[in-house]
């Protein structure tokens, strides 16, 4: 496996991406002011406009439309948390939507994102569904779940492309996640480019962590110490909004976790921050197809099993 010295003389790298789905001030804050305490800085995701339709699964979440939420926003981007993309909205945003969502965006925080991730089933998701994946056998079993065109953020002749602007605007997009603690055993080329999905300029990958459950799972002491004996890389996929916090209390199990991990030497930094560092030490190490084949198979059983993210 893959050497890394990280900087300060830190054993490890840690890093969460928090996917915004059903957040609001009340459900995620507390987890936040805990992260802070511990000194550990992540990256939260945010959408900046309201779903139109009612009936839409995430219409409860709040945006950066409400004055309470972008205030508590701008207060983790100002405490040293990373903002990213979610997409316009929690539904499918044609075109325009989606300009006019990184002009506000950057009207109300100041900066482009530089990360997007893919939300759920939204339309303009760019390499999404089928197109996630190189591998026929693959392709043709996820076929039968999926139609062809379904996604069409990366497709120039759909209303919902926006390909360009991901391209110009955003350096990192993630694509697939694992049930493993250290990255750098699945994708050591991390961050990577692929000359296939050429809207995205470089793909990460991350662990699962998607709820209460599979995160303080991830987070047990013993893949802690492994991550730390490994000199590993560990980027957490979750929603702090599912389960972590109930009365305004966070769940004590990944309280504990946390407080542990947080006294360990690691360095525990925003998602770009951690990317731009592996970017600049392995410069030019392009995603192998025995790699991404691994990645591939790998991913798809933990889905079919799971259903990972
Ligand atoms: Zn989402």
Not at 281 to 299: F, I, N, V, Y
């Amino acid at each position: 496996m893959k050497n890394i010295t990280f900087p300060e003389g830190k054993r490890f790298a840690f890093s969460i991406f928090d996917d915004t789905d059903y957040a609001t001030v009340d459900n995620v804050k507390p987890v936040y002011a805990l992260l802070e305490e511990l000194r550990l800085r992540t990256t939260k995701s945010v959408w900046v406009f309201p779903a139109q339709d009612r009936e839409c699964p995430y219409y409860q979440s709040q945006t950066l439309s409400d004055p309470e939420y972008l205030a508590f926003i701008r207060e983790l981007g100002d405490r040293g948390f990373e903002i990213a993309f979610h997409s316009a909205s929690m539904e499918s945003s044609e075109r325009e939507v989606t300009c006019a969502a990184f002009e506000r965006f950057r009207e109300l925080l100041g900066f482009y994102p530089n990360i997007h991730v893919n939300h759920a089933g939204n339309k303009e998701n760019l390499y999404w569904g089928l197109d996630r994946l190189d591998c026929s056998p693959l392709r043709s079993l996820m076929r039968m779940k999926r139609k062809p065109s379904e996604f069409a953020g990366h497709d120039p002749g759909s209303p919902f492309f926006w390909g360009d602007l991901c391209r110009d605007r955003i350096t990192y997009v993630r694509n697939f996640v694992f049930r493993e603690i250290n990255l750098l055993r699945v994708n050591p080329t991390m961050p990577y480019t692929d000359p296939r999905r050429p809207y995205v300029p470089y793909w990460f990958s991350s662990c699962e962590g998607g709820s209460v459950g599979s995160f303080n799972e991830l987070l047990s002491l013993k893949n802690q110490k492994r991550l730390e004996s490994e000199g590993g890389v560990c980027i957490v996929y979750t929603h702090f909004a599912k389960g972590f916090v109930e009365n305004g209390r966070i769940n004590r199990t990944t309280q504990e976790l946390l407080e542990h991990l947080a006294g360990r030497n690691g360095w525990f930094v925003p998602v770009s921050q951690l990317l731009d560092y592996l970017r600049v030490r392995q410069p030019g190490d392009a995603l192998t197809a025995s790699e991404r084949l691994r990645m591939e198979l790998k991913w798809f059983w933990s889905k079919l099993m799971h259903g990972t993210s």
